[in-house]
C-alpha cells in the first residue's frame, strides 16, 4: 500500500469513526459525557489532518500550505485523543501540559520541515506522534492492578506500537540508509501498518472500554443502593453468606446489627421525600465514619439498615451501636427547607453456628422491636441461647 493510501485510509477510518458516534450518541438519551466529547473532537480533527495530507499529496492543494496545517491537526488530534484517556483516568488538567507540548512539536516540525523538507520532517513527525501515543498507553496502564484485561492489553498493544511508529524517527538519524536487513522501505511500512492498527486500537478500544464501564456499573447497582452508596439487601446478604459459614467453626463470633431510624415517617411526610433522601445518604455517610474497614454497612429495606462486625463478640458490638446511636443523636442534618433531628434504635445478636439468615434476622429484628417498644433511641442486645444443661 502506497503512503497517498494509507493516508486515505487512515482519514475515512477516522471520519467512519466519528460518524458512528455520532448516530450512536443521537440514539441515546442525557447529556453527553464530557471525555466522550473530547476523544470525538480528536478524532474529527484527525480524520482532517489525514484528509489533508492525502489531498496535499495529489496536488489539489498546495504542498507547502497542505503539509503543516495537516501535520498539526494530525498531532493535535493524537494529543487530544491521549487527553481524553487521562480525563478518563481522573487526570482533568491534562490540558495544562499538553497545549505547551502540543505547540512545541509543531514549531519544531516546521522548523525541520523548512529546513529539510522531506528528511528531518518525517524524524518529527515519527517521534512526536510516537511520544503522544506513548502518553496514550501511559494513561490506558494508570491503575494496572485494578484494570481489566482489555485495559491491559489495550495499553501494552499502543505502547509497542507507539514505539514501532517512534522507531522509524530514531533510526533515520541513526542509520539514513538502513539498519541491516531493516531497510528503510521495511520501516516506512511498519511505521504505516503501525499507525493504522493505532487508529482501529484507538477507535474500536475506546468503545469497547466505554461499554465495559456501562456493564460493570450496571453489575455494581444490583448490589449497591443508588441514593446511599452501600450495599443494598442483596449484596449484604452475598457478603453475609461466607459468615455464616465461618460461624460453624471455632474462633471469634461475628455480630449483626440492624437499626432504623425512629418515626423517620414525619421526616417525609413534613419535609418531602427529598429532604428523606439526603437525611438517609447523610445518616450512611456518618455511620460509615464510625465503623472499621473491615465492617460492612447495608441498607435491607426502607430506613433499615445492617451493619456486619466481623470477629466481634456480643458486648463489643453492643459498644459499637451504642457508639453510632450517640452519633447520629447529636448530628443535624441539615436540608433545603429545615435542619432535621435524628434518632435511631439499635438490635444486636451474634451469628449462631444453627443459624440462617433467616433466624439470624428474625432475631435481630426482634431486639430492634423491643428497642422501638421500650422508647426508641436505644439499643437491645438478642437474648443469648439458651446454654444445654448436661444431666
Known sequence: MDATTMVLALALGNLALCATLFFFEQSGQGARPAVLSTWGWARLVQAAGWLLLAIGAVGVVPEGLALPIAYGLVFAGVAWEAGAAWERAGRLRWRRLTAPLLALAIVAFVLCWLIDPIGLRAVVAS????AFYLS???ALARGWAAASLLQRFLA???AVLALVVGARGALVLLAPSGWGWMTSDILRQLHSGALYLLALLGGFGWLLLGRELEQGELARLEIVDPLTDVPNRRGFFQALAPWMALARRPGLPTALVVFD???FKRINDGYGHPAGDVVLAHLAGACKRQLRDSDLLGRLVGVEFAILLPRTNLDDAAMVAERMRAAIEAERVKTERALISLTASFGVTIIRPDDSTVTLL??????LRVAKAAGRNRIEVAVAAPVPVEE
Not at 517521534?127 to 510516537?130: F, M, N, P
Open 136 to 138: 496514550l498507553a501511559a
Open 156 to 158: 501494552l498493544a499502543t
Open 127 to 130: 517521534l512526536v506522534l510516537g
Open 261 to 263: 431510624l425512629d418515626q
Open 362 to 367: 428474625a432475631r435481630a429484628d426482634e431486639a
